[in-house]
């Protein structure tokens, strides 16, 4: 049989050189990063398939979001070999950025 009081929360002493949590204030709101890297394109997949895994999106609306994202990665991999193509680079960006722009207004509707 335990002699702790009900209410008391037993307390351990902190570890020394433990990092705490760190409170980011976003006030609920995500930033919508630019398209400039391959990891900001990488995570345009994901959270395509985090929406399609909870029905906000339509598998043709991801698979549509896939297949540019390949072209856009395929893209960069040909860019570091030929920076003549960075212009069709930045012109499959801006249209990655506009489905995902018009992928966001329609999931926030339905929410």
């Given at each position: 049989?335990?002699?702790?009081?009900?209410?008391?929360?037993?307390?351990?002493?902190?570890?020394?050189?433990?990092?705490?949590?760190?409170?980011?204030?976003?006030?609920?709101?995500?930033?919508?990063?630019?398209?400039?890297?391959?990891?900001?394109?990488?995570?345009?997949?994901?959270?395509?398939?985090?929406?399609?895994?909870?029905?906000?999106?339509?598998?043709?609306?991801?698979?549509?979001?896939?297949?540019?994202?390949d072209r856009v990665?395929?893209?960069?991999?040909?860019?570091?070999?030929?920076?003549?193509?960075?212009?069709?680079?930045?012109?499959?960006?801006?249209?990655?950025?506009?489905?995902?722009?018009?992928?966001?207004?329609?999931?926030?509707?339905?929410?």
């Open positions: 049989m335990s002699t702790r009081i009900p209410d008391e929360h037993p307390k351990s002493p902190p570890r020394a050189g433990a990092p705490g949590l760190r409170v980011i204030r976003g006030e609920g709101q995500r930033r919508q990063e630019p398209l400039a890297s391959r990891d900001a394109v990488a995570r345009v997949l994901m959270e395509a398939g985090a929406d399609m895994l909870l029905r906000r999106i339509s598998p043709l609306r991801a698979q549509e979001i896939e297949r540019k994202v990665l395929d893209l960069f991999d040909r860019v570091d070999a030929a920076p003549v193509l960075m212009p069709v680079l930045k012109r499959h960006l801006d249209e990655l950025e506009a489905l995902m722009r018009e992928t966001r207004e329609v999931r926030a509707v339905r929410r």
